[in-house]
Every structure is written in C-alpha cells, then in structure tokens.
C-alpha cells in the first residue's frame, strides 16, 4: 500500500498546487522523494527516525506545521487543523479562518510548538509526599531558589540521599527538572506577554538573559527573540 501511495503520490505531486501530510504521512511524502532538500515534520515521536531514515529532509521538531513551497506537513493529527487553517487563511483571507475557528472552537492559530508539551509528561511523578510536594513547589515557584541544598533542605534529606531518591522518583536529576520547569514557564511568558528576556529571566528563575538563552537553545532550539516572533502572540501586552 505505502508503495503505491509513493508510486502515485509522485505523478500526482506534479500536477497540483499543494501537497500536505497529517502526522507520520510525512513519512510517505518523505519516501517518495517529494521532501529532499525540504523542511518538514511529523510527530514529535517520531522526528528522531524521520531523521534517521530521510537524511535529505530537514526535520523539524517545533513546528506545529510547516510549510516549504508546495509542501506541507503537520505535527500530528490535530495539527493537521493548525495546517488546514492556515490553508484557508491563505486562500480566502482571515476572516474565513477565524469564522471556522470559532465554529471548531479551536485557536486560529496556536502559541507554541511541540516542545510546549509540559515537562510533567516528560518526567515522572513521585511515589513519596516529600519529592512530589517539592515537584509542585517548583512548578509554583521557579524564581525560588532551587539549588541542590535548598531543594535537598525543603524535602528533609541530606543532599546525597535527595540527589539519589529524586532521580530514581522523577526520571531525571533535580537541576535537569528545574530548568525544564523555568523554561516551559519562560517560554508561556514568551508567548503570551510582552516582557522583555531579561525581565521573563528574571521572573522565572533563570537570573540572567544569557542564561535564559542557553537555556533555549538546549531546549527549543531557538533564542527567545526568534521563538516570540514564531510562536508569540500579536498585540500581547506587558
């Protein structure tokens, strides 16, 4: 079947104005050769092996949807209404799009990319009171201070044995959790405010706007400045 999907899918690729994939199709699109030397992504699963298995695509792990030329291809299956909107914003205007947004009570367009998913389903939730209580206090607090003495203090355990039980609960080392909760919050100040990065490295935890930075980049894979002009919204106020 995937073969005669490809057989076609590149007859029929010639002749039409568009063409897009919902989720791993893009794998499809990639096998029949359509997407070499294009930008493309699927879902976040499975970016590593479209990788892996399509070198001559530019894989993308962010984008809801993106966009090269002709080609068009969405993160995963609701992703594929982000797509779909943006289609008919382009052909018959906004207004057209926010109508069918409103009746789909969806966002015309969605704030954040695929890594907005939340750290919480990345790592694990503790099993004992003292780690999970910590956990939320993070998530509440990322301007707090979350060094190792301070975290090992607040759950009542000595810093070896909080360092141990905290990876062994949560999946990932106390200073890995921590940025990863300062940066998801940084990136919702990113897309809903008007804060200066300085200001949002502050407010989060993060001290200064170089941190911040380095912080993106590890995390997102772009600065702050380029992640609020993709993914921030128009007109935020401060």
Excluded at 42 to 48: L, N, S
Aim: positive net charge; proline residues 4%.
């Amino acid at each position: 079947m995937v073969a005669l999907c490809v057989r076609f899918g590149v007859y029929d690729a010639r002749r039409v104005r568009r063409v897009a994939s919902v989720c791993t199709g893009t794998f499809v699109l990639a096998a029949a050769g359509l997407l070499d030397g294009r930008r493309a992504t699927t879902h976040w699963a499975y970016c590593d092996r479209l990788a892996a298995e399509h070198p001559r695509v530019a894989a993308e792990r962010q984008p809801i949807y993106v966009r090269d030329g002709r080609f068009w291809t969405s993160a995963g299956v609701t992703a594929g209404i982000d797509l779909s909107l943006a289609m008919v914003e382009e052909d018959f205007g906004r207004d057209l799009a926010l109508l069918i947004a409103r009746w789909l009570v969806v966002f015309v367009r969605r704030a954040g990319g695929q890594s907005q998913f939340s750290p919480h389903l990345e790592a694990q939730a503790a099993e004992r009171e003292p780690i999970r209580a910590l956990q939320s206090f993070v998530t509440e607090h990322p301007e707090a201070a979350l060094d190792l003495p301070a975290m090992a203090a607040r759950a009542g355990m000595s810093l070896r044995h909080f360092t141990r039980v905290f990876r062994a609960e949560v999946g990932v080392t106390p200073a890995v959790y921590v940025e990863r909760i300062r940066l998801d919050s940084a990136r919702r100040l990113i897309e809903t405010s008007a804060l200066s990065v300085e200001r949002v490295a502050c407010e989060v935890g993060f001290g200064t706007a170089e941190s911040l930075r380095r912080a993106f980049a590890r995390g997102v894979g772009l600065s702050p400045r380029e992640y609020r002009a993709r993914f921030g919204a128009k007109g935020a106020n401060p």
